[in-house]
């Protein structure tokens, strides 16, 4: 089955530096990837994804990359603010398949004001 | 369209005794996903369930156990709780295998 690996498991950052948040996958067959924010006490929540037919998506100041031949994929946040403190989570699943979504294990970012 | 929701929001129980957690998907959406998050832990895979069978099953005991409805609505049960069942129970649900939209989950306190 898949194995995401996710790193590093808690990152602390200035404001207004960036953040990079690294997974790597195992099954070459995955080729959709979300990053899930979850704020403390709350849900996870879909921030940004990507699929194996790009290599890069941006959406402000959150950017996901993919390289399907490391097998990895990073989640960029630039410019860092206080309320991006939360704990990020890596996927990986083969969509149209029936396996389960693989999540990483989670990143708890702490931006300081 | 109304988000994934989860009933009870809080609920305590004693050891030994069981639970039985409900989860409704966004409309259209087939598949239910279930799992347990403990402080400072990660998503715990419970199981899935698509179109009323149980599609992928994680590392739990029998004591998990689930269901889904023609409805797609889903329910967990937990029987013979344990200390160490105290937790945050989450539901995702997707239309196949795809984007997963989370519940506000279930907080459990098993005392």
């Known amino acids: 089955g898949e194995n995401v690996e996710q790193h590093p498991s808690t990152l602390s950052v200035q404001e207004g530096d960036s953040a990079v948040i690294k997974c790597t996958y195992s099954?070459?067959?995955?080729?959709?990837f979300p990053w899930y924010k979850q704020e403390l006490g709350k849900r996870p929540q879909l921030i940004i994804d990507?699929?194996?037919?790009?290599g890069e998506k941006k959406d402000q100041r959150i950017a996901v990359t993919l390289n399907k031949t490391a097998k990895h994929f990073s989640l960029h946040i630039t410019e860092t603010q206080p309320e991006d403190s939360a704990v990020y989570f890596c996927?990986?699943?083969?969509?149209?398949?029936?396996?389960?979504?693989?999540f990483g294990t989670g990143t708890k970012l702490q931006v300081i004001p | 369209k109304a988000g994934v929701t989860q009933t009870p929001r809080y609920l305590i129980k004693t050891r030994g005794q069981q639970v039985t957690l409900s989860c409704s998907p966004i409309?259209?959406?087939?598949?239910v996903s279930w799992y347990q998050q403990t402080p400072g832990q990660g998503l715990q895979f419970l199981f899935e369930?698509?179109?009323?069978?149980?599609?992928n099953k994680g590392n739990f005991p029998g004591r998990f156990s689930g269901r889904q409805f023609s409805n797609s609505r889903s329910e967990m049960n937990v029987s013979t709780l344990e200390l160490g069942d105290s937790a945050l129970y989450l539901c995702?649900?997707?239309?196949?295998?795809?984007?997963?939209?989370f519940g506000p989950g279930t907080r459990l306190t098993v005392l």
């Open positions: 990507i699929r194996s037919n790009v």
């Open positions: 099954d070459s067959a995955s080729n959709y």
């Open positions: 995702a649900s997707s239309w196949s295998t795809d984007t997963q939209y």
């Open positions: 409309s259209g959406h087939r598949s």
């Open positions: 996927a990986a699943l083969n969509s149209g398949g029936y396996q389960k979504v693989t």
């Open positions: 369930y698509f179109s009323e069978t149980q599609r």
